[in-house]
Structures are given as C-alpha cells and as structure tokens.
C-alpha cells in the first residue's frame, strides 16, 4: 500500500474511481475542472494503490469558501477493495496532514457505503440540502412588470464583486447556511463580471443571483434578496429573470439548491418548476474528534 500526492497523469484512473463510487457520473471535462478548481484553491489530492501500485481510491480535500477551518472531504475507494483497511488509511492520513480542522463530506443518502464508512468513524449529520432542478427551459413564464425592479449584472468586475459580497451579508447573515465570501475567492472562482445578475430595486442592487452554465446545465449558486425586500415579489422577479438569462446563454436546463428546512426558498423554487432531485447531506467531524 502506498499513499502519494496526486499526477496529471491519475486524472482518468481518479474520473472511474469517481464514477464507481458516487452516485452521478461525471464527464471527462467537468472531473477534470473540478480537480482543477481544487488545486487552484490550495486544495491537495492523495492517491492510493494496491500492492502493484495500481490506484485504487483516492483523497481530495479543499478549504470551503466563507469558513475558515472548515475543509471539504471527497474521495473514494473501488468497490472491489473496500473492507480491506484502505478507507480508514486514507482517512488517516488525511487527518496526519490536514491539520485541526473540521472535515464536510456530502453524501447522497445515510445509507451509502461512504456514510457507513464515515459514521463509524465519527462523523455526523451536520444539515441537509434539497437539490431542485427545472427539466425544461422551454415555455418560460414572462418576466413579472415592475416599475421598480431592473436586473444586469454590473460590467465592472470589482464593483460586481464587492456588490456581491455586501449583499450575500445582507442575504444571509441572519441564517444558519451563511457562509460569507471574501473578495478574494470571489475574484477566483467568478469567470466574469456578467456571471452575476443583480436586482436593482431603483438604483439601490437589493439582490443577486451568480449563474453557472455546464454541459447545457444551468446552475444558480447562490441566490439572494437582501433581508427586508424578501416577501414582496423580488426573488419571483429576479429568479424568473434567471431563467430567462440562462436560456439564452445555452442552457437547457437549470439546478437549484437550498437547505431542507428553508421553506419560503423551496416554495419560491418550486413555484416556478423546480423539482426535488435528490437530497445532500453532509456528515462533519472535528479532526482532534477523531478516534483510531
């Protein structure tokens, strides 16, 4: 057994042992940008192999965004060498090298290997998301008429970014899925300034919504409307005004998501024909909790 720091040359080896061990398959293209965005954020990869050094699982971790000591746990062992004590010494050596920090892994179902796995090791239920997503972007409702409502993203990349992170605050500070961005990961990860569409309410930006178009899927993360405008027909305006941007940017589908228990959201969402996809729940473990 050997454990070592991920190749250029695993990425197909790492993009089957994904495919084997989650429960959506993943594209060449977009495997390899997720590999890619989570080296880019200071993320790290381990591989480990059988006794003739052939891959057979892997490790990923990367900081999550707006949660300092928080670290995203990803990976997998092939089905065929699980039970045999590589999980647990991948999992240790994360832990020897990540340091005390807290460790978020997303789950399809408690059921699953993975959640077994991790269970028995500590880990618990720290929430629950609802992934929605609309089939069709076809046959789009208009775009409510308000005299008081425009939304454009702002061309400006700065002021796009700094609009962004003082209304995400705005947004979601009150809440338990706040989870804030700085302007530097937000300038790292946005493709451009025009990926965010803003509500402005006159002149005065009241929401947002930062779209992601993927293989004809498209993915709004996060969306918001600023505390005290919430409940009055804002966040119908701008999502409907999303789906109408997404279309015309290719896609051909769109995917949303919130936590379970965020009701006015999910109602909003499935208002306009989003559906329950699937359930994510991530399971967390504080690394000195850890027990061997």
Known sequence: MIIRAYRTADTAVLLHIHNQTHPTPWTDGRFARYVADVLGADGRIWVITNANEDPIGYALTAPIPGLPGQIELDGG?????????????????VRQHAGPVHLSYC?????????RFLQRRGFTVEHEEWVLGRPSLNELPPIPERSDGHC???????????TFCALYDASFAAHPWYQPYTAA????????AQDILFLRRDDTPIGFAWLHV???VGEIEPFGIVDGWQ???YGRFLLTAVLHQLAQRGATTAQIGAW?????????????????H???????????????
């Open 278 to 292: 699937h359930t994510q729940t991530y399971l967390t473990l504080s690394l000195s909790e850890l027990q061997w």
């Open 107 to 115: 789950v399809a179902s408690l059921g699953s290997p993975a959640a």
């Open 231 to 233: 409940g009055l027909g």
């Open 260 to 276: 379970h228990n965020n009701h006015p959201a999910l109602h909003l969402y499935q208002s306009l024909g989003f559906q329950h």
């Open 77 to 93: 062992i092939l089905p065929a060498w699980q039970r045999q004590g590589y999980g647990s010494a991948l999992l240790q050596h």
């Open 214 to 216: 993927r293989d004809g």
């Open 152 to 162: 454009a993203p702002f061309v400006n990349r700065r002021r796009a970014i700094h």
């Open 185 to 192: 990961e937000v300038d790292a990860t946005l493709v451009a």
